[in-house]
């Protein structure tokens, strides 16, 4: 048997996903189910998290099932991913091992390895959840690599329910980059290109400059989606042009790829477009859009305290969807082993 992994929603057909957000509304009226009665999911964070933490943990319980979280490196051995190295670092334990004893135990591995930052062509290749992938037994779940496929269903999800439909062709969608101290991941600004031409929408990708355009990967797939679902991509650079008529606003910062690992380069370009910080001026430029982020959001920086707390701010309704949208998926994936 092909085991079937939630890696991307584009392993994923529309018909599939359409399932799965109609699971997920199941759940969300009736939230209890026996889909994982008597299974175990191992969640495994290299890196922080509130919602996917919490929501898979209760999802789990939900379902009549059990949630084991490991913090690799933290509370768990340090993990090895590379093929044929000489193992006299830090790492107690190689990948072949970790993901094949892991599925003796249990039924599920949720995974989430954001990039390091030091190196894109090393992070593009994704490889802690492949490797994960690659030799476990059991099926895999991304919770937030260098795409975010959970948000991405919460996401629509959120989308559906304001616009009262899953067809979301003519949506005017602005993806729009934002100011942030740091430099971020780009999984979400992939993973919003992608669901959103998945879905037919017509895409504006807002950054300030052609360097905080995505990876060409997430570029050129979501181009294909948009070709495929009657949609559209595009990149603008004038905050004015894109948010005029649009009907979705979503926001994410994150770092410029050709500076990977060369931050303190970029930080005085990120610096000097402080001003793309989604405010109710550009909000009243849209044709009465509703504005998400997939949280964590620092007010009055990415987005202001009147736009998160405004009636068109979905985020919270977003951030409830991960919940049922991971047990929609959870339940599909389990039924593998039943
Ligand atoms: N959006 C999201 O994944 O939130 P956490 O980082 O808190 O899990």
Redesign the pocket.
């Known amino acids: 048997m092909n085991l079937r992994h939630f890696l991307t929603t584009q392993d994923w057909s529309r018909a599939e996903l359409d399932a799965l957000l109609a699971q997920a509304a199941a759940f969300k009226r009736a939230r209890i189910g026996r889909q994982l009665e008597g299974k175990a999911i191992a969640l495994l964070f290299f890196n ?6 919490t929501s898979f943990e209760l999802g789990a319980h939900q379902l009549g099932g059990k949630a084991i979280v490991l913090a690799p490196g933290k509370d768990a051995w340090p993990i090895e991913f590379g093929d044929g190295t000489v193992m006299d670092g830090e790492a107690e334990e190689h990948i072949a091992e970790v993901a094949r004893v892991l599925s003796r135990y249990v039924d599920l591995i949720g995974v989430r390895a954001f990039p390091k930052f030091r190196d894109w062509a090393v992070d593009r290749e994704d490889a802690v959840i492949r490797a994960f992938a690659r030799y476990a037994t059991v099926p895999v779940i991304n919770m ?1 690599t260098i795409t ?1 496929p959970c ?1 991405e269903l919460a996401h629509v999800m959120a989308l559906s329910e304001h616009f009262g439909t899953t067809d979301l062709r003519g949506k005017k969608y602005v993806l729009t980059w934002t100011y942030h101290p740091k430099p971020l991941n780009t999984a979400v600004a992939n993973s919003a290109l992608l669901i959103a031409t998945r879905y037919g929408m017509d895409v504006t990708l807002l950054c300030p400059t052609p360097e905080y355009v995505l990876d060409q990967r997430y570029m050129e797939a979501s181009r294909r989606n948009a070709a495929e679902n009657g949609g559209s991509l595009r990149v603008c650079h004038d905050i004015e042009e894109a948010y005029r008529g649009a009907h979705v606003v979503y926001a994410k910062s994150w770092g410029a790829l050709p500076y990977f690992g060369r931050w303190e380069q970029e930080k005085p370009i990120r610096d000097a477009y402080r001003h793309f910080i989604v405010d109710e001026a550009k909000m009243a430029l849209t044709d009465h859009a509703v504005f998400s982020h ?3 959001l620092r007010r009055n920086v990415k987005a202001t305290d009147a736009v998160m707390d405004s009636p068109a701010c979905i985020a919270i309704d977003e ?1 409830e969807n ?1 919940l049922h949208v991971q047990k929609a998926v959870m339940a599909a994936l389990a039924e593998q082993g039943a």
Do not use: D, F, Y
């Open positions: 922080s998290s509130m919602r996917t933490r937030e975010h948000q997939c949280l964590p951030a991960r």
